[in-house]
T-cell receptor, first 112, second 109 residues
Framework: EAQVTQNPRYLITVTGKKLTVTCSQN?????MSWYRQDPGLGLRQIYY???????DKGDVPEGYKVSRKEKRNFPLILESPSPNQTSLYFC???????????FGQGTRLTVV | GQSLEQPSEVTAVEGAIVQINCTYQ??????LFWYQQHAGEAPTFLSY????GLEETGRFSSFLSRSKGYSYLLLKELQMKDSASYLC??????????FGKGTKLSVIP
């Protein structure tokens, strides 16, 4: 089954404790991206990747890192999480920018 | 980045037709998407328009006017399961995809 898999689905952590949210897709898509979704603000792009070892900042990259060492995986790293990073996070993949994006199930992160 | 404007909420009656509008900045425009998102779930793709005109897929249609920077999503024969948020999104020439804040559609009996 074609899918984008994020883990974990839910995470509660403390300020400053490094965490990684994993994202994996099995559709051989070149383009992957991370979004956060907050009430009243909608989906905002954090980082995106056009292919292996090629990444770039989206609209809200501060406090986040990404890597794309393999085509299928695109982890999101929070080196020192803060409460303002409490949000619902989505990973997405597609063949290109102007094609249908497939989203993961979402990761609800709470930083206390 | 680009900005897209859509109404925050719309209410419509089951069986009726509803139109959800989206306006966007035309510079660097490279296509307009519509996604559906049920509460607590991931967005799912509905349509993509890059040329002017109307695209129909079952009960859903999407319209684009590039010169006016305007799109709408038309939902016919509304069903209760259509209650969801509808997101328009723009690919703006780079690899960034920018979403509007979404329109929450409530379908009432």
């Amino acid at each position: 089954e074609a899918q984008v898999t994020q883990n974990p689905r839910y995470l509660i952590t403390v300020t400053g404790k490094k965490l990684t949210v994993t994202c994996s897709q099995n559709m051989n898509h070149e383009y992957m991206s991370w979004y956060r979704q907050d009430p009243g603000l909608g989906l905002r792009q954090i980082y995106y990747s056009m292919n292996v070892e090629v990444t770039d900042k989206g609209d809200v990259p501060e406090g986040y890192k990404v890597s794309r060492k393999e085509k299928r995986n695109f982890p999101l790293i929070l080196e020192s999480p803060s409460p303002n990073q409490t949000s619902l996070y989505f990973c997405a993949s597609s063949f290109g920018l102007n094609t249908e994006a497939f989203f993961g199930q979402g990761t609800r992160l709470t930083v206390v | 980045g680009q900005s897209l404007e859509q109404p925050s909420e719309v209410t419509a009656v089951e069986g009726a037709i509803v139109q959800i509008n989206c306006t966007y900045q035309t510079s660097g425009f490279n296509g307009l998407f519509w996604y559906q998102q049920h509460a607590g779930e991931a967005p799912t793709f509905l349509s993509y328009n890059v040329l002017d005109g109307l695209e129909e897929t079952g009960r859903f249609s999407s319209f684009l006017s590039r010169s006016k920077g305007y799109s709408y999503l038309l939902l016919k024969e509304l069903q209760m399961k259509d209650s969801a948020s509808y997101l328009c999104a723009e690919g703006a020439g780079s690899y960034q995809l920018t979403f509007g804040k979404g329109t929450k559609l409530s379908v009432i009996p």
